[in-house]
């Protein structure tokens, strides 16, 4: 059995504090001439058939746009989901409140959609914001009160609206539950912070790195929030193991493999498990800006048939 490692880079946990997010936009100009129309949108890449794969980059150190330089040989994209890793959430002392905090790498991509982020949508690639702890005792599973998820959950879906994201991912790790004079878990906080951000944002993914108290925290007061989720992946790399909760399979990533870490032989094998045993979902972490179409063709073979080219 494969020893439960986590490989994770804390360099997002220890970010910067919060900055404020910038909104963007063009101001029009009375009597100025009208702008050229805007160019055709590329066409997606075409849709391929398998598991969706998901590619989680560190953006303090690599580029989101990586995920988009590795196509299959009837040009799909290999990878269907990228997660900017990581905004945080922080505790303000004064307020005694959450808050969403973007680390100045992180804020760049936000403030350079136009060519950080479209670009990949452009392809047919979602992209999605994970969420994470930054040791200040702010995490998932401690909001006192309904309100107080909710009031998180608006800072989410208003940050997915602002920069045109699609979807939100939540990683409750380095929250360090009770810093800063902050609660425990309690059950509530998850379920209303989860319920809240549905509401907001019913056609988004939300997904959920099946690590921490709030993983464990899905049922409160006979609600369940686990059918919010569109994906559920292990959290432990060069491991297989089926997150425990209450999703079917075509949404689930028992399989977590760092790409240039976890060996080719063992990232093909959990790619052949993943298909034989009817899952939907196979999750990579920390693709970085060299060509790594090695490592990418040893689970793109198994899970649609084909190696995976680089451009660069």
Not at 65 to 91: C, Q, W
Not at 97 to 115: G, H, K, M, P, W
Not at 167 to 172: E, M, N, Y
Request: a negative charge; glycine letters at 8%.
């Amino acid at each position: 059995m494969f020893t439960q490692v986590r490989r994770r880079m804390r360099t997002a946990a220890l970010a910067l504090s919060a900055v404020a997010a910038l909104a963007f936009g063009t101001t029009a100009t009375t009597g100025a001439a009208a702008a050229p129309a805007p160019a055709p949108a590329p066409a997606p890449a075409p849709t391929k058939q398998g598991p969706t794969s998901v590619a989680y980059v560190e953006v303090n150190n690599n580029s989101i746009l990586n995920v988009g330089k590795y196509t299959l040989a009837d040009g799909s994209n290999a990878f269907d989901v990228a997660v900017i890793f990581a905004a945080n959430i922080n505790y303000d002392t004064g307020t005694k409140a959450a808050y969403l905090s973007f680390n100045e790498n992180v804020q760049r991509v936000l403030d350079d959609a136009a060519t950080e982020i479209r670009p990949l949508q452009q392809k047919g690639i979602k992209v999605v914001l994970s969420v994470l702890g930054n040791h200040q005792g702010a995490g998932f599973a401690n909001f006192p009160t309904q309100q107080a998820a909710s009031t998180f959950a608006k800072q989410l879906s208003d940050t997915v609206a602002e920069y045109g994201l699609d979807g939100i991912d939540f990683d409750d790790e380095y929250a360090e539950y009770g810093a800063n004079g902050t609660g425990q878990p309690n059950d509530s906080s998850f379920v209303h912070l989860v319920t809240a951000l549905r509401a907001n944002m019913p056609d988004k993914i939300i997904s959920l790195y099946n690590i921490g108290p709030a993983a464990s925290r899905l049922s409160y007061g006979g609600v369940d929030v686990s059918s919010a989720f569109d994906y559920a992946w292990n959290p432990y790399y060069g491991t297989w193991q089926v997150p425990g909760m209450a999703l079917p399979k075509s949404k689930l990533s028992p399989a977590a493999v760092e790409i240039g870490r976890t060996s080719q032989s063992t990232v093909a094998d959990f790619a052949r498990r993943t298909v034989s045993e009817g899952y939907g979902v196979y999750l990579t972490y920390n693709l970085d800006g060299a060509d790594r179409s090695a490592d990418v063709s040893a689970f793109t073979r198994e899970l649609y048939g084909s190696d995976a080219e680089y451009t660069p």
